[in-house]
């Protein structure tokens, strides 16, 4: 079970929280309705997040054999062979699909999830291996989930939301892109579309995510939809716990060479899960009191 858990990325399915940002944002979290559809769109994400990641797998099985890390994935290291492979993608297919067919989940939604996935397959396949183009491939799918959070409750999303949700995505590609090029020579590091890179080229990527970041999110806090929401600016306070984030991250980037596998990079560090927690808590309270 454990080999089985690493091998879909249950780790990982922490990127698919995105889907409850219009819940939390749009104040429809009192709702249960809206509740349950976010659960539904969450699941629904994870299994074909996960689908994906064992295809992946079973494309780059022997690139990943000599992968001073990846060696020691489930498919590389023989841990779980191929025909159980195919089995599992099979069986979460098939979870995805009674979601879609036995749940009043928004159609909408699950188209979003259906094109999730396409462009993921075409990620595994070819887009991967082009530079440039694969970080905003990996980004278009944090701003797919918001989108599909978005259908699945029956909200509106601001545009200043989604665009903060795109730099942000951009960032983290960006920094994981610039581990795995410091360490594609002394690792052995095969990604294709790292021979197109440079260090100076990830830095600019790395800074104008940052910057659009930031300012992107300042806007949204200031924005008349969260004004006529909250008949205040006082949101504006909490954009100090996102550019807390973004700079403990770059931190640990550039002091630390850490930043490969970005969320287990955030996930393993007190202070910024402090910060975390700390940002999600005074969202709701602002959040509520305007409820």
Known sequence: MKKIAELIRVRHWVKNLFVFVPLVFAR????????????????????VASA??????????EKDKNHPVKKNRPLASGAISKREAFTIIAAL????????????????????????FVINLLYTFKLKKIAIVDILTISSGYVLRVYAGAFAVGVPVSQWLIVTVLFLALFLAAIKRGAEFRKKESENV???????????????IVIVATTGVIISYLLYSISDKIYSEMHSYDFVVTAVFPIYGLFRALLLYYKDDKGEDAFELVLKDV?????????????????????
């Not at 309705?33 to 994870?46: E, H, K, Q, R, T």
């Not at 994906?52 to 099985?61: A, F, G, T």
């Not at 036995?102 to 999830?113: D, I």
């Open 190 to 204: 095969t990604r294709v579309a790292l021979e197109e890179y440079s260090g100076e080229l990830i830095d600019v």
């Open 28 to 47: 429809k979290f009192t709702s249960f309705d809206a509740d349950l559809n976010a659960v539904l769109l969450f699941f629904l994400f994870n299994f």
């Open 93 to 116: 297919l098939l979870f995805s699909l009674a979601i879609v067919l036995f749940t009043e989940l928004s159609p909408k939604a699950e188209k979003v999830a259906l094109a999730y």
């Open 271 to 291: 202070p910024s899960l402090v910060n975390i927690l700390l940002y999600g808590v005074t969202v709701l309270l602002l959040l509520s009191k305007s409820l």
């Open 52 to 61: 994906v990641y064992v295809i992946n797998d079973l494309h780059d099985i």
